[in-house]
């Protein structure tokens, strides 16, 4: 197999400012106007001060309050999905010319302090995409949830070839070569497994490193429930038939 | 012929009316006319000839040929539903391709250095 993918064991640093030049932090968002003040501050708290935000279409005001909180914000005139979303980004930190970037939920589910870590391969170790993988620390984390992300992973695998312990993992750490070389056309929550297998398709350097996720009512609410992660499943099928 | 036997040419024949309109106006391309003529017309003989369904029954393995025609059915609107969701998914594909373009063009001036912390 031509794909390195191996398990890194990088602990979670504390906040420290200096974070590189052209190090970018992605947040995809929707109707997140009630939290996304607090993602940005805490980023900003961390060191982490390029921030992007995709505003994909939302009805309050996420964009308002990003702007204000100090980030980049492009705006999908209509909601498109956090795949759309998610390439937008990409295609806007590969038009600055960014040299790394990770992906962040809107929603709080991460932990700022994570990022460092999930950074650090990309840095140090050549790694392309480098996933923060929940299930290798998986202390909080629901039964039910830890039971669908099992199931994601082998559907991602068995669809793609390419095996994560946390393919639907929203904290994802990209090179500049992964920024400008992956091609997402998917538009949902499919997106996720679209990446691993991307990763796959342009033969970029995988690691994974553990993240611990944050899980409160109002995280819980948002991402993929039961039947969305059916939808997505369903979706990634029909993708796979179409593109074989 | 039974009641049902004229709604049945009836209705294919209004429907072939409407595609031979739609292919008239552009809606319906040359590949489409042809799959909707043929459609109809095996309508309209089931419905005259309603034994020319024991034929293709039996050599399916099929005893009724009323069922035979079920089970096509069901299979053409299945093959239909299919192909009405690729569309659906390239329409949102494109369209999301589309809504990239307008959130790039409408980006703040690119720069390697925003901040987070505003104009600190």
Same mark, same amino acid.
Not at chain 1, 108 to 115: I, K, S, V
Not at chain 2, 23 to 39: C, M, N, P, S
């Given at each position: 197999m031509?794909?390195?993918?191996?398990v890194?064991?990088?602990s979670?640093? /504390?906040c420290?400012?200096?974070?590189?030049d052209?190090? +970018?932090?992605?947040?995809?968002?929707?109707n /997140?106007?009630?939290k996304?003040?607090?993602?940005i501050?805490?980023l900003?708290?961390?060191?982490?001060?390029?921030v992007?935000v995709?505003?994909?279409g939302?009805?309050d005001?996420?964009a308002?309050?990003?702007?204000?909180a100090?980030a980049v914000?492009l705006?999908?005139?209509?909601n498109?999905?956090?795949?759309a979303a998610?390439?937008t980004?990409?295609? +806007?930190?590969?038009?600055?010319g960014?040299?790394?970037?990770?992906t962040?939920?809107?929603d709080?589910?991460?932990?700022?302090?994570?990022?460092a870590?999930?950074?650090?391969?990309?840095?140090?170790?050549?790694?392309?995409?480098?996933?923060g993988?929940?299930?290798?620390?998986?202390?909080?984390?629901?039964?039910?949830?830890?039971?669908?992300?099992r199931?994601?992973?082998w559907?991602?695998?068995?669809?793609?070839?390419?095996?994560s312990?946390?393919?639907?993992?929203?904290?994802k750490?990209?090179?500049?070569r992964a920024?400008g070389?992956?091609?997402?056309?998917?538009?949902r929550?499919e997106?996720?497994?679209?990446?691993?297998a991307?990763?796959?398709r342009?033969k970029?350097v995988m690691r994974?490193v553990?993240v611990?996720a944050i899980?409160?009512?109002?995280?819980l609410s948002?991402?993929?429930?039961?039947?969305v992660g059916?939808?997505?499943?369903?979706r990634?099928?029909i993708?796979r038939?179409?593109h074989w | 012929?039974?009641?049902i036997?004229?709604?049945m040419?009836?209705?294919a024949?209004?429907a072939?009316?409407?595609?031979?309109a739609g292919?008239?106006?552009?809606?319906?391309?040359?590949?489409?006319?042809?799959?909707?003529?043929?459609?109809w017309?095996l309508v309209?003989?089931?419905?005259?000839w309603?034994?020319?369904?024991?034929i293709?029954?039996?050599?399916a393995g099929?005893?009724?040929?009323?069922?035979?025609?079920?089970?096509?059915?069901?299979?053409?609107v299945?093959?239909?539903?299919?192909?009405h969701t690729?569309?659906?998914?390239?329409?949102?594909r494109?369209?999301?391709?589309l809504?990239r373009?307008?959130?790039?063009?409408?980006a703040?001036?690119?720069?390697?250095q925003?901040?987070?912390?505003?104009?600190?």
């Open positions: 031509t794909v390195t993918a191996s890194s064991t990088v979670s640093p /504390e420290g400012a200096g974070r590189p052209g190090e +970018y932090i992605l947040i995809p968002a929707f /997140e106007a009630g996304i003040g607090e993602v501050a805490g900003s708290a961390c060191g982490y001060t390029r992007v995709v505003d994909d939302s009805r005001d996420t308002g309050r990003a702007r204000r100090g914000v705006r999908h005139p209509i498109c999905g956090v795949g998610t390439a980004g990409l295609a +806007y930190l590969s038009n600055v960014a040299v790394a970037a990770a962040f939920d809107a709080g589910q991460h932990d700022p302090r994570d990022l870590a999930v950074f650090a391969p990309i840095y140090d170790d050549g790694a392309d995409v480098v996933i993988s929940r299930m290798l620390n998986p202390e909080g984390m629901p039964r039910v949830r830890r039971i669908a992300q199931l994601a992973s559907s991602t695998f068995l669809l793609f070839g390419q095996w312990t946390d393919s639907q993992s929203g904290l750490a990209f090179s500049r920024i070389t992956i091609q997402l056309k998917t538009n929550y997106v996720c497994s679209e990446i691993i991307e990763i796959r342009r970029l994974e553990p611990r899980y409160t009512a109002y995280s948002k991402g993929q429930g039961f039947t059916l939808k997505t499943l369903a990634l099928f993708d038939i179409l | 012929m039974h009641p036997q004229w709604i040419l009836v209705f024949a209004i072939e009316i409407a595609v031979v292919f008239r106006r552009g809606k319906i391309a040359a590949k489409g006319i042809f799959f909707w003529t043929v459609l017309l309209g003989l089931v419905a005259v309603p034994d020319s369904t024991y293709f029954a039996r050599w099929i005893t009724r040929g009323a069922d035979l025609v079920l089970y096509l059915g069901f299979l053409a299945f093959f239909l539903l299919f192909r690729l569309r659906m998914e390239k329409i949102e494109d369209l999301a391709a809504v373009v307008l959130a790039l063009r409408d703040p001036e690119q720069t390697n925003p901040r987070a912390d505003g104009d600190k």
